[in-house]
């Protein structure tokens, strides 16, 4: 059972930037890949970012360029940073670890880009 602690949120004015941790319980290298999701008001959840234990990423064509998934393997933790925030940034933002047995999810962190 892997579990996720986010952190890192919080209110933001358009244009800023914010970065948000995951601290994992398990080994970073024994997880096969490691993603932020987001979920806004009345809104499916939605992949945002994924890094592979290989250290390949991905992310939606909408953080493009502004979004960047790390880990710091010393830590057992993920970020993303998030810059040039936007309104419709605005979710809250969910750490997801898979690692082939079962998807793992942490509680989330709001995150709120408003003026």
């Known amino acids: 059972q892997v579990q996720l602690v986010e952190s890192g949120g919080g209110l933001v004015q358009p244009g800023g930037s914010l970065r948000l941790s995951c601290a994992t319980s398990?080994?970073?290298?024994?997880?096969?890949?490691m993603g932020w999701y987001r979920q806004a008001p009345g809104k499916q959840r939605e992949f945002v970012a994924h890094?592979?234990?290989?250290?390949?990423?991905n992310y939606v064509d909408s953080v493009k360029g502004r979004f960047t998934i790390s880990r710091e393997n010393a830590k057992n933790t993920v970020y993303l940073q998030m810059n040039s925030l936007k309104p419709e940034d605005t979710a809250v933002y969910y750490c997801?670890?898979?690692?082939?047995?079962?998807?793992?999810w942490g509680r989330g962190t709001q995150v709120t880009v408003s003026s």
């Open positions: 398990e080994s970073i290298f024994s997880i096969y890949r």
């Open positions: 890094m592979f234990s290989g250290g390949i990423t």
């Open positions: 997801n670890a898979y690692d082939f047995r079962s998807n793992y």
